[in-house]
């Protein structure tokens, strides 16, 4: 018979988890594994909360796996290392981002990007190599193989740097790639949410001219005077739209809901570039045509390799990039979680796991 996941393992854990896809999450206890040659075990004292989370815990995309203990935007402190780990020592400021593993010997591992390995371990909600299913940051402990470790520089507080590990390499890497971290290069940003909002700093910090494309126009003033875009557009007027036509070279788009990319198609210059990191829950409509007329390119982007997670942080640090977030009680999560489907954070729910988890326990 199957083990309980209290009993899976030989170390205690607690955190929240949701039991099906109604999202609710509640206190759990569970188990990790121990610490082995090559992994790190931290104290987890943030967890940010992404839109996967929420999109997850309700298994908007049909493959969440239950229970479900969410987050990978995890931020820590390093407790116990195992005899061949080199990469950080007790004490360390650490944290854990969208995976765990990966088979290390296929051509993507090859090329630093675990990300795209077709055996890939997510942190949460995934089959781990024993078998047993992956639980993610709202908890009070976590271990992981040193590979998917990243060190946080010193002078980065740990509340606001966390959300980079998920928002900020999923905008910090698609930007590299794509050739758009480059000085004077226009480029776009669709949503100023929680992926949005970190890829306008980052994209400012590589000296590009950034403007943001929104549905909202009361984000305007923020995304001028506090984030410091260049320029906005309201995509819902025809005539803003009209008068940007063939000015950009490349846009990020990071809404997760259904819209329209013709408009934003055409907002491109020949050869520009969309690159879509949000996840719709349905298939978004692909006019043709306006890709053959100015050989444009629409293309995916997901997160980034644990060479490019540090990097990134390395780069964030040097820049005083963070995320802008709301710190929470672990307690107040499902009510986030109602104003995260709403939109309603500026910009990123981060759990205090450190200073609240605990008081949670039945």
Same mark, same amino acid.
């Given at each position: 018979? $199957? ?9 205690? $854990? ?44 309700k ?12 987050? +990978? %935007?995890?931020?820590?402190?390093v ?24 088979? +290390? ?7 630093? *990007? ?7 371990? *997510? ?7 024993d /078998? ?8 009070? +402990? ?9 060190r ?6 740990l ?22 971290? %480059?000085?004077?290069? +226009? ?14 700093k ?5 000296g ?5 494309i ?7 003033? %923020? ?55 949000g996840?719709p ?5 692909l ?12 293309? /995916?982007?997901?997160? /980034? ?5 540090? %990097? ?28 995260? $489907? ?21």
């Amino acid at each position: 018979m $199957a083990k309980s996941p209290e009993e899976e393992h030989p170390v205690k $854990a607690f955190g929240w988890a949701a039991r099906d896809s109604s999202g609710h999450l509640s206190p759990f206890n569970f188990s990790r594994r121990e610490t082995g040659d090559e992994d790190v075990r931290l104290k987890v004292l943030y967890c940010g909360i992404c839109h996967t989370d929420l999109a997850n815990i309700k298994n908007e995309w049909g493959f969440s796996l239950f229970p479900m203990v969410p987050g +990978h %935007e995890i931020a820590g402190e390093v407790t116990e290392v195992g005899s061949k780990v080199r990469k950080v020592k007790v004490g360390d400021k650490v944290g854990v981002g969208c995976m765990v593993g990966a088979c +290390h010997s296929c051509e993507s591992c090859a090329n630093d *990007l675990e990300n795209y390995c077709p055996k890939m371990i *997510l942190t949460y909600s995934s089959i781990n190599t024993d /078998g047993t299913i992956t639980f993610g940051g709202y908890s009070d +402990h976590m271990v992981a193989n040193e590979r998917y470790i990243v060190r946080f520089p010193d002078s980065m507080p740990l509340d606001a740097a966390a959300p980079l590990l998920c928002a900020g390499i999923t905008v910090y890497s698609p930007l590299k790639y794509f050739g758009l971290a %480059e000085q004077g290069k +226009h480029v776009g940003i669709v949503g100023l949410g929680g992926l949005g909002h970190v890829a306008v700093k980052f994209a400012k910090a590589f000296g590009a001219k950034v403007t943001v494309i929104s549905t909202s126009p009361s984000k305007k003033t %923020e995304a001028l005077e506090h984030l410091g875009a260049d320029s906005f557009l309201n995509s819902r007027d025809p005539d803003q739209l009209q008068g940007a036509m063939g000015t950009l070279d490349g846009i990020i788009d990071t809404v997760s809901a259904v819209h329209p990319i013709l408009p934003l198609l055409g907002l491109l210059k020949s050869q520009g570039k969309l690159v879509l990191v949000g996840a719709p829950d349905k298939p978004l409509e692909l006019p043709v045509i306006s890709l053959i007329m100015g050989r444009k390119t629409v293309s /995916g982007s997901s997160t /980034g390799g644990m060479k490019e997670t540090q %990097e990134m942080i390395d780069f964030a640090a040097k820049h005083n990039i963070t995320a802008d977030i709301e710190v929470i009680s672990m307690d107040y999560v499902n009510t986030a979680m109602e104003r995260l $489907a709403k939109a309603d954070v500026r910009y990123r729910f981060v759990i205090d796991i450190a200073n609240t988890l605990a008081a949670t326990k039945p």
